[in-house]
């Protein structure tokens, strides 16, 4: 799970004085993803809300992103309510065994979903199911 801020306007640095917090990661407008790639037109300010590569259910991050208060939720509806940049939460659900309830399903607490209205963020959910498919190998399935 993490948050993404982008924007077509403000450069990374920008968005951090605008919400009084640093990002994890970020990619700038005009930086390229590969020199031959074409410039970027867009910002992306990134915050993880836990282990990139670890195994957590998104209801064990929701405390992670409520912590990070309601000042940085007020000041990303402002930049959101501005026009500059959109706010989204991002949530990334890897499903390897499709027998197991523990890999399936999420649950949004009114903690975080009143967090996430103030900070005018949307919720994209990116769910990848991981199954054996006869004689092939593990194939995802976004």
């Given at each position: 799970m993490y948050l993404r801020v982008v924007?077509?306007?403000?450069?990374?640095?920008?968005?951090?004085?605008?919400?009084?917090?640093?990002?994890?990661?970020?990619?700038s407008i005009g930086s390229r993803r590969h020199p031959q790639s074409?410039?970027?037109?867009?910002?992306?300010w990134?915050?993880?809300?836990?282990?990139?590569?670890g195994y957590a259910r998104p209801e064990d991050l929701e405390p992670v992103v409520v912590g990070w208060g309601m000042d940085l939720a007020n000041s990303l509806g402002r930049l959101a309510d501005s026009g500059e940049a959109i706010v989204s939460l991002e949530i990334v659900q890897e499903i390897r065994d499709i027998d197991d309830p523990q890999q399936k399903g999420i649950f949004?607490?009114?903690?975080l979903l009143s967090w996430?209205?103030?900070a005018r963020a949307s919720l994209d959910i990116d769910q990848y199911v991981y199954h054996e498919?006869?004689?092939?190998?593990?194939?995802?399935v976004p």
């Amino acid at each position: 799970m993490y948050l993404r801020v982008v924007s077509k306007s403000l450069q990374p640095e920008e968005i951090s004085n605008r919400l009084g917090v640093e990002p994890d990661e970020s990619t700038s407008i005009g930086s390229r993803r590969h020199p031959q790639s074409p410039p970027r037109s867009h910002a992306t300010w990134i915050r993880h809300a836990g282990e990139t590569g670890g195994y957590a259910r998104p209801e064990d991050l929701e405390p992670v992103v409520v912590g990070w208060g309601m000042d940085l939720a007020n000041s990303l509806g402002r930049l959101a309510d501005s026009g500059e940049a959109i706010v989204s939460l991002e949530i990334v659900q890897e499903i390897r065994d499709i027998d197991d309830p523990q890999q399936k399903g999420i649950f949004l607490g009114v903690d975080l979903l009143s967090w996430m209205g103030t900070a005018r963020a949307s919720l994209d959910i990116d769910q990848y199911v991981y199954h054996e498919c006869g004689h092939e190998s593990d194939s995802a399935v976004p």
